[in-house]
């Protein structure tokens, strides 16, 4: 098999991995902060799509300023529904479970009522072809994998250096003792949720003028992000992106040998393998 | 006592009024139920509104003419529609809810061939007629006499359309084919193959892929690197097939594309944009403006652009012309009752939509049970659809002479 082969699946694998990791880092994020599962991650993640959409391919806007207001519009979208949902369910782990999957049946239907059920095509941002040596990759996959790798060195460097930052890591190891040190739980929360339900709103963003946009689009990427945030190890930042260039090396390789069939199986047979030797994950705290 | 009189004077009056005004008695209008079964959501969900377009411009159209007259009766005609999001498991859901809560005796409408197996579970004991435009091979056959298929399928379409391919494009000798990972998109890798091994070509690479995938490139790079002369993205939807030929294109691939099942090009130039799109061959979709078509389905495809704002696929005009057979069947057996519906069906030929139909297929499935029409093989062009040559199915040409 010649090496460019090779070369050609890890980098189809690694090119939509890290926008899968920012779905990953904002599931993390919220369970880090609220200690709850937001089943209808996926959902926020659609509504990024739609935004960019609307505001991208209707109202013919140009494409960087439509994946900022994306990002806002969804965070703000987040914000309500950490403060109307979710902010009574801190800690409450099944009720979040159930609430959390409702509200994936209420965007979606209001999606579809909304939209209509065809796949709607956004025009391509960046367009040419990146060709070096055997190796192809669109201009757009280039341009969608360096923004998300911005996004999440932009994460790193906002949780690790910023006053807010550091008050949201130090809720994520013991509200309490935050709580004690003077910081307000309730607006941590809720920029916490905002900020994960963003990242979801980024993703879908970046993604939508590459596979177009359905009501049902969220529900293949929330499912990656389960995978790589169990790989990776829940609340871990490291081990999120680890565990999405990891599913993305399996997935990549995986198809090559193996075949499209195959490849969904090949991730969740990585799952059962973390959980069955090292269930925190490779980066989780135990 | 006066008063009496008057007031039965008056009683008497009303009556007499009563029964001077009244007529014959106006023969009751009765409901005819019709089940419509689809992907209304999702990946497929093209499939699944066109269908349900397709039965409603047909049953408003009869109702309008005042209903459905079978017999001595005339039926107003009501659609129940369930999505079934292409799961079979859901599918059979609809199909028990239709049957059992419903009560329909006929279901015209559902795609997906997996969806298909589950429901025939359900109608053929209950003898319910089921049409439909799934294109699963075991979909038709003997054990299934109340199933019919609307629109011509892989075993119809897939040996003319690689006819006209290797007369047409000598040059192309390697294919690559991918098809959804489900029966639909397994029988139609299956007869694709068959048909163009048959006729000399070398199938280089045959893949599967599961509904709903949106990133191809992995699949892809592992059949582009067989050099393939052309890709048939053979039972994809028209977004999933879009989605494919965009990214074939993205990865350097520059040789000829078909679509053997490909229903609604539209669709697919959407998604693909109009240069991925450029040169893709179907063979079973239809033009509803071109002259190679009947004057009827012109006529369709205007009515319905007037009523839903896009352009009719072909799935809307077979289960159009579904509708039309199974109650112009209903009239000729004089009753709903669906065994003598079946009898009243038979193989002689139907003036529809399509023109003139025959119900077919007995040499591919071992009964008459598929409806043939002549397909036309069309080419994307400058991101519109043009027809190129009509090619009639086996038993059409026998009834053309």
């Known amino acids: 098999m010649p090496i460019e082969l090779l070369i050609q699946a890890l980098l189809n694998g690694f090119a939509l991995a890290l926008v899968y990791v920012l779905v990953a880092l904002g599931l993390t994020l919220i369970f880090s902060i609220l200690e709850i599962i937001n089943f209808a991650h996926g959902e926020f993640y659609m509504l990024g799509g739609y935004a960019t959409y609307f505001a991208f391919a209707v109202f013919g806007l140009p494409y960087v300023p439509t994946l900022g207001l994306a990002i806002v519009a969804v965070g703000l979208g987040g914000m309500v529904a950490e403060r109307l949902i979710f902010r009574s369910l801190r800690g409450k782990a099944l009720n979040a479970f159930i609430v959390s999957l409702g509200l994936l049946w209420v965007l979606q239907s209001a999606a579809q009522l909304s939209f209509g059920v065809l796949d709607k095509s956004v025009p391509r941002a960046f367009s040419g072809i990146i060709r070096a040596g055997g190796i192809i990759i669109s201009v757009e996959r280039f341009v969608v994998m360096l923004a998300a790798a911005g996004l999440i060195a932009v994460l790193y460097l906002f949780l690790q250096w910023s006053r807010v930052g550091r008050a949201m890591r130090a809720v994520a190891q013991d509200a309490d003792g935050a709580a004690l040190q003077g910081v307000n739980i309730e607006f941590i929360s809720m920029l916490g949720f905002a900020i994960g339900c963003a990242l979801a709103g980024a993703a879908g963003g970046l993604l939508a003028p590459v596979f177009a946009v359905s009501p049902a689009m969220g529900a293949l990427p929330v499912v990656k992000a389960f995978i790589i945030i169990i790989v990776g190890g829940m609340g871990s930042l490291p081990g999120a992106v680890l565990g999405g260039l990891l599913l993305g090396t399996v997935e990549g390789i995986g198809a090559l040998f193996f075949g499209s069939a195959a490849v969904n199986i090949l991730g969740f047979l990585m799952v059962i393998l973390v959980l069955l030797v090292r269930p925190r994950g490779l980066f989780g705290v135990a | ?401």
């Open chain 2, 1 to 401: 006592m006066k008063a009496q009189r008057c007031r039965g004077w008056g009683l008497m009056l009303a009556v007499a009024l009563l029964l001077g005004t009244a007529g014959p008695a106006p023969a009751a209008e009765k409901l005819l139920e019709i089940g419509v079964l689809g992907p209304l959501s999702g990946g497929a969900a093209s499939y699944g509104v066109e269908l349900v377009r397709g039965a409603e411009m047909r049953a408003d159209e009869i109702n309008k003419a005042g209903g459905l007259k079978v017999g001595a009766d005339v039926y107003k005609i009501k659609l129940i529609t369930y999505d079934h999001k292409a799961s079979a498991a859901d599918a059979a859901t609809a199909a028990n809810k239709l049957v059992f809560q419903d009560k329909v005796k006929f279901i015209i409408g559902n795609a997906v061939g997996a969806t298909c197996n589950a429901v025939q579970t359900v109608t053929e004991p209950q003898k319910i007629m089921f049409a439909f435009v799934c294109w699963g091979t075991k979909n038709l056959g003997q054990d299934k006499p109340y199933s019919f298929r609307s629109m011509l399928s892989q075993w119809e379409a897939a040996e003319p359309f690689y006819r006209w391919i290797k007369e047409k494009r000598p040059t192309i000798k390697k294919v690559a084919i991918i098809s959804p990972n489900d029966t639909s998109g397994l029988d139609t890798n299956t007869a694709v193959v068959k048909a163009a091994k048959g006729l000399g070509f070398d199938v280089v690479a045959e893949e599967t892929y599961e509904r709903g995938t949106k990133d191809f490139y992995p699949i892809l790079t592992k059949m582009l690197a067989k050099k393939p002369d052309m890709l048939d993205v053979a039972a994809a939807p028209p977004g999933e097939a879009g989605l494919i030929v965009k990214q074939a294109v993205e990865l350097g691939f520059k040789g000829a594309k078909g679509w053997t099942a490909g229903s609604n090009p539209a669709t697919l130039v959407s998604i693909a944009g109009v240069e991925a799109a450029e040169g893709v061959w179907s063979p079973v979709n239809i033009n509803v403006k071109s002259d190679f078509v009947d004057a009827k389905v012109r006529k369709f495809g205007e009515e319905y652009e007037k009523r839903y704002k896009e352009v009719a696929g072909v799935i809307a005009v077979a289960n159009y012309g579904a509708f039309d057979v199974f109650t112009k069947a209903m009239q000729e057996a004089g009753s709903i009752e669906t065994e003598k519906v079946l009898a009243a069906l038979t193989s002689r030929p139907y003036e529809t939509v399509w023109g003139r139909l025959l119900i077919g297929g007995k040499e591919t499935y071992g009964i008459d049970r598929q409806f043939l029409y002549p397909m036309v093989i069309s080419e994307v062009r400058g991101g519109k659809n043009v027809d190129l040559e009509q090619v009639l199915p086996g038993a059409l040409k026998a009834l053309k002479k």
